[in-house]
């Protein structure tokens, strides 16, 4: 007997379905509430504290002052942009800004330099020791170590003290009076502060790297240097380049706290960077709009710099942030 086709609609041919996504969804969430509420508050305080302000930057192309609200200023366009270019500042601004930032991306690589060879010794006592001594000056605030800065490179520093001992120089030099000095000791204090913390992402990638990789580069005969150079290098090539895009698109950023502590009328030739004429246009001299116009400039800028590292690493090594 040949058997009919069902001419019932395909939904009723549906004795049962399964549960639909969307009640799946909601029972996940519902299973995982609690989470979901830690998580909300995080997105709600983003809003308030990061999103909301952004409103602000309205500022950069208003002439706005104390005594109107933002909407009532006038619109000024690009005029606080061009000032800023044509501003006798602007070279000197420039060039203190991408002199110290340049210098101080030259130094990206220390802080790698000193996990591999961390991770070479072997004494767990030693080892330990040395982690506390480099991670220490990074919970001191600038304020501290700028003062003990200043004390050490004083007329009668023990910097002075030093270098005279050792026929270095003939006189005392007041290091922070002279502008010649001044970014090397803005590049030297930096390292000696955050290079041991700045390792410790790096000594984190390292001790994921299997044990049998190394164990099989020595079985191929390689030595300490030649597993450090063929193995643990390629191992956190990606953690490298992530953290170099970072850097990259931070160029503009010289450190505003270390530069305040540090300078001084003596040395402003040299320590007049964009972070600190940005604050003292903006809350010294009162030019809200002049400031904050030369902070979205430097935030462009930055954006522009990270999309180019980012597009540069994920082309040469396949790794980037999006």
Do not use: C
Not at 188 to 195: A, N, Q, R, V, Y
Request: proline share 4%; charged share 15%.
């Amino acid at each position: 007997m040949e058997m009919q086709p069902s001419t019932q609609p395909a939904a009723m041919q549906e004795i049962e379905t399964p549960p639909s996504s969307r009640r799946k969804w909601l029972k996940k969430l519902y299973s995982q509430r609690h989470i979901q509420i830690m998580a909300l508050l995080g997105i709600v305080w983003m809003i308030i504290f990061n999103y909301i302000p952004m409103y602000g930057v309205v500022i950069a192309f208003k002439d706005y002052d104390i005594i109107r609200t933002i909407a009532e200023a006038p619109w000024a366009g690009l005029t606080h942009f061009k000032e800023f270019l044509q501003d006798e500042n602007f070279v000197n601004v420039m060039k203190n800004t991408l002199g110290i930032s340049l210098l101080k991306l030259l130094t990206f690589p220390l802080p790698i330099v000193f996990a591999l060879f961390l991770n070479e010794v072997r004494s767990l006592r030693y080892k330990k020791a040395i982690q506390t001594i480099s991670y220490l000056p990074h919970f001191l605030s600038w304020v501290v170590l700028g003062g003990i800065l200043a004390t050490w490179l004083s007329d009668v520093g023990i910097i002075n003290d030093i270098f005279m001992a050792l026929n270095i120089i003939d006189k005392p030099i007041s290091f922070l009076a002279e502008p010649k000095y001044f970014w090397t000791i803005v590049i030297t204090s930096d390292i000696w502060k955050e290079l041991g913390w700045s390792a410790i992402i790096y000594l984190a990638a390292i001790t994921s790297i299997s044990p049998e990789m190394y164990e099989a580069a020595t079985i191929d005969g390689a030595g300490r240097f030649q597993q450090m150079w063929y193995v643990t290098l390629p191992a956190i090539k990606a953690t490298i380049s992530i953290l170099f895009i970072l850097a990259v698109s931070g160029v503009l950023n010289s450190n505003f706290d270390q530069i305040l502590v540090l300078r001084n009328s003596l040395n402003d030739s040299a320590s007049n960077v964009i972070d600190y004429y940005v604050y003292y246009t903006g809350i010294s001299s009162g030019r809200y709009s002049f400031s904050t116009a030369i902070g979205l400039f430097k935030s462009v800028i930055a954006l522009i710099l990270l999309l180019i590292a980012n597009q540069v690493s994920k082309k040469l090594n396949d790794t980037s942030l999006f």
